[in-house]
């Protein structure tokens, strides 16, 4: 299993689509009516999560709303997503200790199998937590969120997805 970010790894923020020839950064404009930063999606990052051996899943505060705006651009179907729970007097603790909000969600979610997760805000916090709490294997590869979900993300990710991992 695979849950994916999307602003910040998918939707990167630092990302330039066009260079101006007086050499800054621009982006070209969205579609009326249209995210304005879904122009930085990167359309060939959808062919190789689609080709790796795993479910995807969102794992964004976009929800279900990544299937309508988010997948079409990357050519994925519609994934299942995590649909967050109200946070528990436990999670906001974890919080101020610098657990993500999402790290216990997703084991929860993964209910004991092996993932990994794709964020820009994962810490080691979160990886000792889930290396502590979850009974599987799990990879929590932090993207950075300027550059977004790269070729080099991508194979480490293929790479974890397809080791051998004794049952």
């Known amino acids: 299993m695979l849950f994916l970010d999307v602003d910040?790894?998918?939707v990167p923020f630092g990302a330039t689509v066009v260079t101006h020839p007086g050499g800054y950064p621009t982006f070209p404009p969205a579609p009326p009516h249209d995210h304005p930063l879904l122009a930085r999606v990167d359309p060939s990052?959808?062919?190789?999560?689609?080709?790796m051996r795993c479910e995807l899943v969102w794992a964004t505060t976009w929800m279900g709303?990544?299937?309508?705006?988010?997948?079409?651009?990357?050519?994925?179907?519609?994934?299942?997503?995590?649909d967050w729970p109200?946070?528990?007097e436990e999670?906001?603790?974890?919080?101020?200790?610098?657990?993500?909000?999402?790290?216990?969600?997703?084991?929860?979610?993964?209910?004991g199998r092996r993932f990994a997760w794709v964020d820009?805000?994962?810490?080691?916090?979160?990886?000792?937590w889930m290396s502590a709490h979850?009974?599987?294997?799990?990879?929590?590869?932090?993207?950075?969120?300027?550059?977004?979900?790269?070729?080099?993300?991508?194979?480490?990710?293929?790479?974890?997805?397809?080791?051998?991992v004794p049952v």
């Open 8 to 10: 910040g790894p998918l």
């Open 45 to 51: 990052i959808g062919p190789r999560l689609l080709a």
């Open 65 to 82: 709303e990544a299937n309508e705006c988010v997948a079409p651009r990357l050519g994925l179907p519609p994934l299942p997503f995590v």
């Open 86 to 88: 109200p946070p528990t």
């Open 91 to 111: 999670e906001a603790f974890d919080e101020r200790a610098g657990l993500h909000w999402k790290t216990r969600a997703l084991s929860a979610w993964a209910a």
């Open 120 to 128: 820009d805000e994962i810490t080691d916090i979160d990886r000792r």
């Open 134 to 164: 979850h009974p599987e294997p799990t990879l929590l590869h932090r993207v950075d969120p300027r550059l977004g979900l790269r070729g080099a993300d991508l194979t480490a990710l293929e790479a974890w997805l397809t080791e051998d």
